[in-house]
């Protein structure tokens, strides 16, 4: 098992800007990959970014230039800094991580933290 809490969320004015983080325990070394996906009321949740084991970076195109994912292996946590904010940025921003299981990868869920742009 894996577990994860996001903090960082907020309310932030169009063009200003964030820090996410995501902290995780339990089985961390089985993690694969790690990412921040965002669910906006009424839309699918969507991936932002991702980044796996060796460090392989990837991001949604509306993002890219804007965000930037990286991790600090010693504290066990993933980060998501978001710059240049635009309220179409705002929703539920959710961490994940991927981690092989007994038939094939796993999903492990944080809880959430809300991120609010305002225009």
């Known amino acids: 098992q894996v577990q994860l809490v996001e903090s960082g969320g907020g309310l932030v004015q169009s063009g200003g800007s964030l820090r996410l983080s995501c902290a995780a325990s339990?089985?961390?070394?089985?993690?694969?990959?790690m990412g921040w996906y965002q669910q906006a009321p009424g839309k699918q949740r969507e991936l932002v970014a991702h980044i796996t084991k060796d460090d392989t970076t990837t991001y949604r195109d509306s993002v890219k230039g804007r965000f930037t994912i990286s991790r600090d292996n010693a504290v066990n946590t993933v980060y998501l800094q978001m710059n240049s904010l635009k309220p179409e940025d705002t929703a539920v921003y959710y961490c994940?991580?991927?981690?092989?299981?007994?038939?094939?990868?796993?999903?492990?869920w944080g809880p959430g933290t809300q991120v609010t742009v305002s225009s």
């Open positions: 994940n991580a991927k981690s092989p299981g007994e038939f094939g990868m796993e999903d492990y």
């Open positions: 339990g089985r961390i070394f089985s993690i694969y990959v």
